[in-house]
């Protein structure tokens, strides 16, 4: 007879709840001790797997730019354009000198919209420019055919997660605070009627996500 070995599994048992039984409940069977121990840090919403790939990823990703950024290279290559453009973004001191002046440009386009067609087309350039407007755009493999990519369309404007924030009373607080945070923001920007200006997005944005 052959002789028979076991093979890792990868399943870590250190995570299973022993007192709950799998026919009763596999999921509390599996996880119970990990769902006890583990806190969710208080900047993050939820942890696990797919956290922590995303967290690696991005270190990975740093670490890699980060070196692109510190090394020479040819000014017409790609990695001398993605060095450039994290030291541009990491130059906290230039960026507050400048204040909101790169800014003012695209807010004299939103300032001179006049009817529906000069928001499509504003929307429209803002949205090449990575704005999100009142949609967003993306694009993901067909649900039906994945040999071809589609062009999906999702309604946007919101400033909040979503409807249920605008309207519930549990929401009540949070709606207060990002009036105070418009205010803020069109301070920051020079604007003339700041509190005018959070009042009127204040009022728009319960309108739009009433149709969401």
Do not use: C
């Not at 900047?43 to 956290?51: H, N």
């Not at 087309?121 to 090449?128: D, K």
């Not at 509190?195 to 969401?212: G, Q």
């Amino acid at each position: 007879m052959t002789e028979r070995t076991a093979a890792p599994s990868g399943v870590e048992r250190e995570y299973f709840d022993e007192t709950v039984r799998a026919q009763d409940d596999l999921y509390r069977h599996v996880n119970g001790a990990w769902l006890r121990e583990t806190e969710i840090p208080s900047d993050r919403a939820l942890v696990g797997t797919f956290v922590q790939l995303r967290d690696r990823a991005e270190e990975d990703v740093r670490a890699l730019i980060e070196e692109l950024a510190a090394t020479d290279h040819p000014e017409d290559s790609d990695e001398f354009k993605l060095g450039a453009f994290y030291r541009s973004f990491m130059d906290a001191e230039r960026v507050a000198s400048l204040g909101a002046e790169p800014l003012k440009k695209l807010l004299a386009d939103v300032e001179a919209i006049a009817d529906a067609e000069g928001l499509v087309t504003t929307s429209a350039r803002l949205g090449r420019g990575g704005s999100e407007g009142l949609f967003g755009y993306y694009a993901a493999p067909d649900a039906g055919n994945p040999e071809r990519v589609l062009l999906y369309i999702s309604q946007g404007g919101l400033g909040l997660p979503d409807e249920s924030y605008y309207r519930d009373d549990r929401f009540a607080e949070v709606r207060d605070a990002y009036a105070t945070y418009l205010t803020d923001l069109f301070t920051l920007v020079a604007g003339s009627s700041p509190a005018e200006d959070a009042d009127a997005v204040v009022r728009l944005e319960p309108r739009l996500a009433a149709v969401h």
